[in-house]
């Protein structure tokens, strides 16, 4: 995944190892949480279908039931893939203690849980994607109990 803030970052600071990017994201994780949580493809594709997304649990399993129309679209498909996960990885950011985002030296962001779990929410979102299971809902209802 590119995110371009994390260019301008490894240019100031050299080299990625996870824990430089841990640190930079550490310094602001609101603004990593914000820029992450932006979603709008799946935002605009989940209005379109008359679903809001408010950034809580109940709004995962409305987009479990929405027709999944984009599998139809092979360049759509891994794009909203993408958000679906970020989505999940704002929920989860939002409304599990000590949960937070981790930026691995690829630059792929993941969710890690106050128990040091890390979950590759962005692989679980083009699972969901393309097959529909897993379900985001029964995702996050499994990370929220860990």
């Known amino acids: 995944m590119n995110i371009p803030f994390l260019d ?11 824990v430089a990017l ?10 990593l949480a914000e820029l992450l949580s932006e979603c709008e493809l799946l935002r605009d594709q989940a209005q379109s279908a008359g679903v809001a ?11 479990d039931q929405l027709q999944p129309r984009w599998r139809e679209d ?5 794009w909203l893939g ?19 985002w981790w930026i691995w030296p690829n630059g792929q962001p993941v969710v890690r849980l106050a128990n040091g779990r890390e979950i590759d929410v962005v692989e679980a979102g083009q699972a969901w994607a393309a097959d529909g ?8 209802a499994e990370l929220a109990e860990s």
């Open 133 to 140: 299971a897993p379900e985001l809902s029964q995702l996050y």
């Open 82 to 100: 993408n958000d679906a996960g970020l989505y999940l990885g704002t929920v989860v950011i939002r409304t599990v203690a000590g949960a937070g």
């Open 53 to 63: 997304l408010d950034d809580t649990p109940a709004s995962l399993e409305a987009l």
């Open 74 to 78: 092979p360049e759509l498909l891994p």
């Open 22 to 31: 841990a640190d930079g994201a550490d310094r602001d994780p609101e603004g």
């Open 8 to 18: 301008s970052w490894r240019k100031r600071h050299g080299p990625a190892h996870g």
